[in-house]
């Protein structure tokens, strides 16, 4: 077969116009040599007028015919022409069995498999999923040293399809180890967008590893083990590398601010680059060293004297030990549920912000009159308050637990409580003020009220752990129920 240019096709018309003169001419000459003999016929016809109207009529009903021709096919191809200039995209093929198309709404689904590490098993995954109308919207790969790929895929899927007949599909192609939770709208930022958010929070508040780090991996555990006791001695397990530590479903790394920060997620083993993403994280947080956001909300209290409303760490140690001392013995028992004399003990770690969030209030003169502690407990978000014995029964208790639990929301927490004794009656009051719905519950004369927190993103939960064994202070601990 032979090819031709486009130049040389084109130039031809011009070598052999004279030919189409010629054509053109002899057209004309017979033409006019119709419309004469027509116009002859017309005028020395005796008929010729009728002849002359009914060939106008004929004219506007062939003209008509061709206008109405022209508009019901001026949208379709040309004749032959299979290869428009601007085709639209095919349609996918429905696989063959697949059943009728799903219906509009659709769930999400979070979803992690292992596969071989050969050609064709991740396409063969893909086809299982396309076979029961599964739209995959991300996908990640782990590759792992010892062979094989971690896949992770954000799936869309139709309402019906229930997660026990997804899981026997990929196992059917391939899959293991696989795991699939529910996922909402916040999964679908992609990945690198969301480690750069998660880096940016990170970096301006200290506070916030751990709950990037929960927002990066996932369903986990955190434990925060400080690098001493509360006596003063060497912590057990607050030893880990530089490097960290990667072993299966447990992740060991070193705490910027001391001690060691240990990760667990009994259901899915940690993959290689999970590991590195949480050290990198890790590594930012020690660069950068302690820092906490200066922003503070200056407060009139109905009596007309202003508080200084911000965010308080381990700089604010004396002068909580200073408000400790100015405080009464029922005041104190009150907040720690414990012998009066450990209270400067407690201090430490409340004010560290891997347990958690602490507000202060200080007058104008700069005198810290108050705390507001947010601790992370588990599955669960512990609410304090430490209110000096001049300044309460001013409001300042309500104004520190409003902000509290908006941090608390801002977290992720499902609910927040707060240990008290029924004799509480400040805390009581500042409870019920916040408008929620509280659960009560009451054991050995120590009162839980518990308030849920309705603003919360559904399955969210609590991003940081800290061991009971751990705990700053231990006769705080929420009574099992």
């Not at 083993?269 to 956001?293: I, N, S």
């Not at 760490?313 to 720690?336: I, K, N, Q």
């Amino acid at each position: 077969m032979t090819d031709r240019s486009p130049a040389s096709s084109a130039a031809r018309p011009h070598r052999h116009h004279w030919r189409r003169d010629l054509v053109e001419l002899a057209a004309l000459f017979c033409a006019v040599a119709v419309a004469d003999a027509i116009a002859n016929l017309v005028a020395h016809g005796p008929r010729g007028p009728f002849l002359l109207v009914a060939s106008a009529v004929a004219l506007l009903i062939t003209a008509a015919f061709h206008t109405w021709w022209a508009r019901r096919h001026s949208h379709a191809p040309p004749p032959g022409d299979t290869a428009p200039s601007d085709p639209a995209p095919p349609a996918a093929a429905a696989p063959v069995g697949a059943g009728p198309a799903p219906a509009a709404t659709a769930a999400l689904w979070r979803m992690r498999t292992t596969v071989r590490d050969e050609p064709g098993s991740l396409a063969a995954l893909c086809t299982a999923l396309a076979r029961h109308r599964v739209d995959i919207l991300t996908l990640q790969t782990h590759p792992l040293p010892e062979g094989g790929t971690v896949d992770e895929f954000l799936l869309r899927a139709p309402q019906d399809l229930a997660s026990a007949e997804l899981a026997r599909a990929v196992a059917q192609a391939g899959g293991h180890s696989t795991w699939i939770e529910r996922a909402d709208a916040h999964d679908l930022v992609d990945t690198p967008t969301r480690v750069l958010g998660l880096a940016t929070r990170t970096a301006l508040d200290a506070a916030e590893l751990p709950l990037a780090l929960r927002q990066l991996l996932g369903r986990c555990t955190i434990h925060s083990i400080p690098a001493t006791t509360l006596s003063g001695r060497p912590n057990a397990g607050a030893d880990a590398p530089v490097e960290g530590v990667l072993e299966a479903t447990v992740m060991r790394l070193r705490d910027p601010s001391g001690g060691a920060i240990t990760v667990e997620r009994p259901y899915l083993p940690f993959t290689p680059t999970e590991f590195a993403r949480a050290r990198a994280l890790v590594e930012l947080d020690a660069r950068l060293g302690p820092r906490v956001p200066r922003s503070q909300d200056v407060l009139t209290l109905p009596e007309g004297n202003e508080i200084t409303v911000r965010r308080a760490d381990g700089a604010d140690l004396p002068a909580a030990r200073a408000m400790h001392d100015r405080c009464s013995e029922r005041t104190l028992g009150l907040r720690y549920h414990g012998p009066v004399a450990d209270a400067d003990r407690y201090l430490g770690h409340l004010l560290s912000p891997r347990f958690g969030r602490t507000l202060a209030a200080t007058t104008a003169s700069g005198k810290l009159v108050a705390l507001g502690h947010l601790l992370w407990d588990g599955d669960e978000t512990e609410v304090a308050l430490l209110i000096e014995d001049d300044w309460q029964r001013r409001g300042i208790g309500s104004e520190l637990l409003r902000r509290l639990l908006a941090l608390a929301v801002e977290a992720g927490c499902d609910s927040v409580y707060a240990v008290t004794q029924s004799s509480n009656t400040g805390m009581v009051a500042a409870m019920r003020g916040l408008g929620l719905p509280l659960d009560y519950q009451i054991e050995e004369g120590t009162l839980v009220i518990t308030a849920r927190l309705d603003a919360t993103p559904v399955n969210s939960r609590l991003p940081y752990e800290v061991p009971r064994d751990r705990l700053p202070y231990e006769p705080g601990t929420k009574p099992q129920r």
